[in-house]
Nanobody, 121 residues
Framework: QVQLVESGGGSVQAGGSLRLSCAAS????????MGWFRQAPGKEREGVAT????????YYRDSVKGRFTISQDNAKNTLYLQMGNLKPEDTAMYYC??????????????WGQGTQVTVSS
């Protein structure tokens, strides 16, 4: 059974940093892609960053470019999101997701339970 378990969330002041981790288990083959999504109260879920497992290409939403870095340790089956210069608008529940086959689309992904990130001004 595929499992994705996030950790590393917390409360920080604006300008601070956090590193989220996502431990993946339950599959032995490489994922197609993995990503981080977030959802703030009253808002729709949005993609934050994605990494394509095969070639390492990364994609970020504009608002986090230059502040967040997504990375993947295939040996440890772990996905990371290094977040810097955090802003109050980054406050949200952050979810790890993995596409194991097919296209790298949210509809194809397995999801973790989420980790809360709260940034105070």
């Amino acid at each position: 059974q595929v499992q994705l378990v996030e950790s590393g969330g917390g409360s920080v002041q604006a300008g601070g940093s956090l590193r989220l981790s996502c431990a993946a288990s339950g599959y032995t083959y490489s994922s197609v892609c993995m990503g981080w999504f977030r959802q703030a109260p009253g808002k729709e879920r949005e993609g934050v960053a994605t990494i394509v497992t095969g070639n390492g290409n990364t994609y970020y939403r504009d608002s986090v470019k230059g502040r967040f870095t997504i990375s993947q340790d295939n040996a440890k089956n772990t996905l990371y999101l290094q977040m810097g210069n955090l802003k109050p608008e980054d406050t949200a529940m952050y979810y790890c997701a993995a596409a194991l086959r097919g296209a790298c689309l949210a509809a194809n992904m397995y999801w973790g339970q989420g980790t809360q990130v709260t940034v105070s001004s």
